[in-house]
């Protein structure tokens, strides 16, 4: 994927979930990384955040792209889903209050992992059969939070197969 496709894939994504009640699209923030003796990009990094009109909670897709042999690829993602207060900004907060969040980094050689009501709590790749967390896309995490929203635990949203 080239970033343009990428910016045509963040439209495809809102489309997607347009007729969602309740869910508000912020603007995505797209920054490309540029080569500074080219106009070369190097990559690009994407954070997008949804909010909820029915509670205060929201969604931040955060997702790191860099070039490699044969194009780009996904070099980190985070995507977070908890409980914000409303003088935070919800692009750059830490964010310490955690509903679901799976995370695009390989802590202690575990592989990526899904942070689980908690910052502390995390089941990583290592302890499951399925999904590969490191194959979770933007639409599959909304489309999840959606469903715990609605009721499911996370192991059921996200349809964990523990080992």
């Known amino acids: 994927m080239d970033y343009d496709q990428f ?10 979930f347009k007729s969602t009640p309740g869910l508000t699209w912020g603007k995505p923030h797209l920054r490309p990384k540029h ?3 080219s106009s070369d990009i190097l990559g690009w990094m994407s954070i ?3 909010t909820f009109d029915s509670s205060p909670d929201f969604i931040r897709l955060r997702e790191d792209w860099k070039s ?7 070099s980190f993602f985070s995507y977070h889903y908890g409980p914000y207060e409303a003088h935070w900004t919800l692009e750059t907060v830490e964010c310490n209050k955690v509903v679901v969040r ?20 995390r ?25 715990m ?15």
């Open 48 to 50: 997008w955040v949804l």
């Open 102 to 121: 799976v995370d695009g980094a390989n802590y202690f050689g575990r592989g990526y992992h899904i942070h689980d009501g908690a910052k502390e709590n």
């Open 149 to 163: 929203r609605y009721g499911q635990t996370i192991i059921q949203a996200f349809d964990l197969k523990l080992k």
């Open 68 to 74: 490699r042999a044969g194009g780009f690829g996904r």
């Open 7 to 16: 910016k045509a894939s963040l439209q495809h994504l809102k489309n997607k």
């Open 123 to 147: 089941i990583y790749q290592d302890q499951l059969v399925a999904p590969d967390l490191g194959q979770v896309q933007m639409d599959q995490f909304i489309e999840s939070v959606l469903k």
């Open 35 to 37: 080569d500074p003796f």
